[in-house]
DNA sequence: ACCACGCCATCACAATTTCCGAAGACGCGA
DNA sequence: TCGCGTCTTCGGAAATTGTGATGGCGTGGT
């Protein structure tokens, strides 16, 4: 038994003629008989007694009628609540941070995922550029915020600005810090960034080139943990200019630094994911840069 | 979408995989595979995750769930309905009468179609031969009982016992009837039977063979007006053996009459019908007949 | 690092089902 | 009695569905 046999059951029913229920059904008389015919061999019952003027229900057709209804509605009504679910994201997405929130424009940007999609369940977790990667890698993020240049195939990378770096120093170490000179800065202690993150690389660079070592002191890898190190005059640390203005505990140095591309990255191969769109078709609109075109051309 | 797509739905979603969602349907993975893949389309949502591991119910597809079980257990509603009215008579049954209740036995009728048949609803109607006869013809009965030889071969007439018939005379007139003599009575005031009853057959037979005009004084087409009539003292008349018994206004005369038979009488093209079977079936268990065997063959 | 395994998607072709138009059977009404 | 409208049946065509083989892909064991 099959919808159809339902669908025509009940036109039939309505209609009372097999001719005027096939022209409802867009299809043949025969086909409708052949419909009836079958539905009343597998239910082993007649629904019909065939008249000279039409089909007229048996008062086992009349019981049956209703319940042929109800499931016809019930098969509709899946329909019907796909449809609604169309276009709609439900479930949740899971987004990575590397810094703090009003950089990365978070309020935007789950304020325009809440009102197009009221049932997403958005999550955002804070790590950094080195833990991010990874869970991406894996699926434990869908997406996520990293700086610094990202060498992966497998990832895809939308740039969304540059993130100038300064030497941020603790007020309490004011007095030792003489010059903006870097081999004299190095000789003081520093809050170092793990390795795998992009800060790191901007520290490397900068030493290499004044062919010095700083003095390690302690490595965080959670950028607000290095920030409130610094704060606590731990050490002289790198971190995204802006972090310190009208702070009463740290300053920035002015030392020229080169500036890292803040990104939002996630696994290539989900490029087409719905999910993965919305989000980047938000996180587009807030940060006022061409959402990717549909990437289907470059999927393979 | 059919009901297939739905079922497959809900295989897969509960054994995770194509494959045994396949081998529990006892069809092939590939088309368990394009199931899917065709009611995706016409839902217009995606409902499964594809992983290595097999399939898993995204979101969408988890809400869509229970409805699709809805709108099967829907569906098998009516199929588990239909079994249970399988063998089942409902509606109503008209039966036509043409004499009293007892002589048709239709307590016993009764009892065993609503032992049989619980829900279906039984109408004794009232009548006599001659109404019956047409009534059964147009439809207005289902089957009816009537006396006397029926020559019409769009019916079917089961036999069921011959009945015996005997002259009615009123207590009244006792005085006037001095012998027993068909012309003496003849002379009596008689109560008619309608010429569509058997009685009238019989009535005329015996008059003819006497040469003899009996007196007409009123036509009666109901049995039980019939024997009122004679109980009331209008006249003499011809009635069933035993309606008289123990009554104090009429009695029997000893003259001897030919019996009719009674039978019972359908439409011959329903002789395959359930109802009349099942009648029938009941009908002959009360009056200790074989019924009719599988007609089939002569239904042509 | 590699290979074997299990998963699903796709393909071409076969089997089945469904559908159609025509013809037949039947009862009704003119 | 004939015409009309009904449903049923029939053969062949069309569409759908199902099958087995193949390939891509990721995983887990060696």
Redesign the pocket.
Known sequence: M?L?HLRTFVA?AEE???????ERL?????????????LEETLGVTL?D??????RLTPVGEELLPRARQALAAASAVMQHAKGLQDELIGSVRIGLNTDARFLRLTALQAGLAEHYPRLEVAMLTGSTGTNLPAVR??KLDAAFVTGEIDDPSMSVCFLCDEPLVIGAPVSLRDQIISTDVADLARLPWVYTSPDCSHFAAMRALFDAHCCEPTRTLIANQEDALVEMIRAGVGLGIVRAGVFSNDDHAYELPVALPSVPLQFVYLR?RENDPLIRAVMHQLCAVWGIAPPADAAREA?
């Open positions: 099959e159809y039939v009372k003629h097999l001719t005027r229920a096939a867009f299809t043949s008389q025969p086909a409708i008989s052949a419909h009836i015919k079958a019909f065939r008249t000279p003027k039409g089909m894996v699926g191969k393979g």
